[in-house]
């Protein structure tokens, strides 16, 4: 069974940036992404991205964040600048694998300071 292992979240003040990273365990050519949740709220997509990087992303973090994927790491990164404390949240990396369906990652938090 794949395993997906995030890093790269933190503290950072406001207009600061940072970058995740998800290391999967195994070859993966599916499509990859990040979400986020905030306590009390769904788990809402932020960005994704397929096996051909063909990429797609929330209006609300559009042009503030960029996803991509290193095939032969089988790693899949988000670059976030610009951040704000409405982007302060838990952020989770998924998998879409055939058959199996979506597996994630066990999240790392992010925190945006005014």
């Known amino acids: 069974q794949v395993q997906l292992v995030e890093s790269g979240g933190g503290l950072v003040q406001a207009g600061g940036s940072l970058r995740l990273s998800c290391a999967a365990s195994?070859?993966?050519?599916?499509?990859m992404g990040w979400y986020r949740q905030v306590p009390g709220k769904q788990r809402e997509l932020v960005a994704s991205i397929t096996g051909g990087s063909s990429t797609n992303y929330a209006d609300s973090v559009k042009d503030r964040f960029t996803i991509s994927r290193d095939n032969t790491k089988n790693t899949v990164y988000l670059q976030m600048n610009s951040l704000k404390p409405e982007d302060t949240a838990v952020y989770y990396c998924?998998?879409?694998?055939?058959?199996?369906?979506?597996?994630w990652g066990q999240g790392t938090q992010v925190t945006v300071s005014s």
């Open positions: 195994g070859s993966i050519f599916s499509a």
């Open positions: 998924y998998v879409r694998l055939p058959v199996v369906g979506i597996t």
